[in-house]
């Protein structure tokens, strides 16, 4: 509880800042990942209210601070994959959503689905060391890939259904 206490002490006290960011301890899978881009994970995640602007997006919005950012000090647990298939469904959920916001973007040929991934994978599990945390940071990995693969598939349908490329396949079909 010593992120509640800091948190507690600095709304208490005349605010220095007018947002703070927090590191994250994140978990996968019921084992914390110290290693990888999971292992150095800051958001903002305390701020005050006339300062900030929210961005719009479906998944991962973000925070616009009018003004200084300072950084506490604690950690926040985050346990957002217990399991395999909440991790699963998870994916599914926040595809579908960013499939929405990224439809209007740049065109999502068939190859994306297949190369993204790759280098992905590549990015997470050799460059950035998640191979270094055995099973986990192999799982790991290879879900973030997967993600951005289903990701790819499901602007890709959306796309082409809003160009009617696709008969009998509707945007709706991708929400699924």
């Known amino acids: 509880m010593a992120l509640a206490r800091e948190i507690r002490e600095t709304i208490e006290k005349t605010v220095a800042f007018d947002g703070y960011r927090l590191r994250r301890r994140n978990q996968f899978l019921g084992k914390w990942i110290t290693i990888g ?24 919005e973000g925070e616009i601070i009018d003004g200084t950012v300072g950084e506490l000090t604690h950690r926040l647990n985050h346990y957002a994959h217990p399991t395999i298939t909440e991790s699963i469904a998870r994916l599914n959920r926040y595809t579908t959503l960013e499939s929405r916001d990224r439809a209007n973007r740049r ?20 460059a950035k060391g998640c191979w270094r945390a055995g099973f986990h940071g192999c799982l790991l990995s ?19 259904s809003a160009s009617g490329d696709f008969p009998g396949v509707t945007a709706s ?4």
């Open 142 to 160: 290879a879900i973030t890939a997967m993600y951005k693969s289903v990701l790819y598939i499901k602007t890709y349908l959306r796309q082409r």
């Open 173 to 176: 079909d991708t929400d699924r």
């Open 37 to 60: 881009p999971w292992a150095d994970d800051v958001e903002t995640r305390l701020y005050k209210k006339d300062k900030v602007s929210i961005t719009d997006q479906a998944v991962h």
């Open 107 to 126: 065109k999502i040929h068939l190859y994306d689905a297949v190369l993204g991934p790759i280098g992905v994978f590549f990015n997470y599990y050799v």
